[in-house]
């Protein structure tokens, strides 16, 4: 029997990538995908889909107990303000009653709990990605010593916000912070930060220190490298095997064409 696995289908290329690569694993796909959110592309490669509104769980269950699905994943995110737009069953509204703190992943590590006391396990969501994931080190050219040492300490700062969690992603240059991901997403961030220097911005997008690694990891991609080089920003540093890097090999020649430094880093690192 072809093995499954549930698909909750957020936005941008990670959940097609997620199908594509459990499909050529023999793995079927059954995704349940979010309207306004997910790209429509999934229907062409996801094995079936249940479209639904932001904070229907309870169709999310009904439609993998139905298909028989014990395992899933969440890949891709939701824009934090259709949070506003969001329409919750009484099922979201009797978690989120529950719980004291409307952080992301409080609210995320509670849906999976409620999944899984439905005998649906949520799973790490680089399940079959592991190809995907940032090196450690420099990918594309080395870093000057001022960029190096922009990084070393916008890490430190990125690492703080995502603690508050604020956001996953801050823009530096020479020791002043440009900008700080907010509700509007990184790509909106690197573009206000850019927007305050004639350019050579420090992007640095990391793991916030609490987070659950089954749900919302750093994901950056090709559109990503054309936003830096629209604000001509020189350096994206992400963290080394914590970070998917969204259809790779054009990502690197994107990112070498446009002479942007791309790194993966590690806490703690001294070289």
Known sequence: M??????????????????????????????????????PGIEAIADQVTWIRVGQLGRIIRAFRSAGVTDAVMAGGIKKMRIFDARPDLRSLKIL???RE????????AFAEE????QIMIRDST???????????????????????????????AKEIGRLDIGQCVVVKEGVVLAVEAIDGTDATIRRGGA?????????????????????????GPATIEVMREVKASVLAVEANRTLLIDRPDLLHRAKEANIALVGWSDGEKD
């Open 127 to 157: 399940l079959y990605l592991s190809a995907l994931l940032a090196d450690r080190g420099e990918m594309t050219r080395a870093l000057s010593r001022s960029e190096r040492e922009d990084i070393r300490w916008g890490w430190r700062l």
């Open 97 to 99: 009653a529950r719980i």
């Open 2 to 39: 072809t093995k499954k696995i549930g698909l909750i289908a957020g936005n941008g290329r990670f959940p097609l990538l997620f199908a594509e690569e459990a499909r050529k694993s023999g793995v079927q796909v059954i995704a349940v995908a979010h309207v306004g959110e997910t790209d």
């Open 102 to 109: 409307r952080k992301d992943d409080v609210i995320l590590r």
């Open 196 to 220: 305050l220097t004639s350019g050579g911005a420090v992007i640095i997008k990391v793991l916030k220190p609490q987070q659950d690694t089954r749900f919302d990891l750093p994901a950056v």
């Open 115 to 118: 999944l899984e006391r439905e």
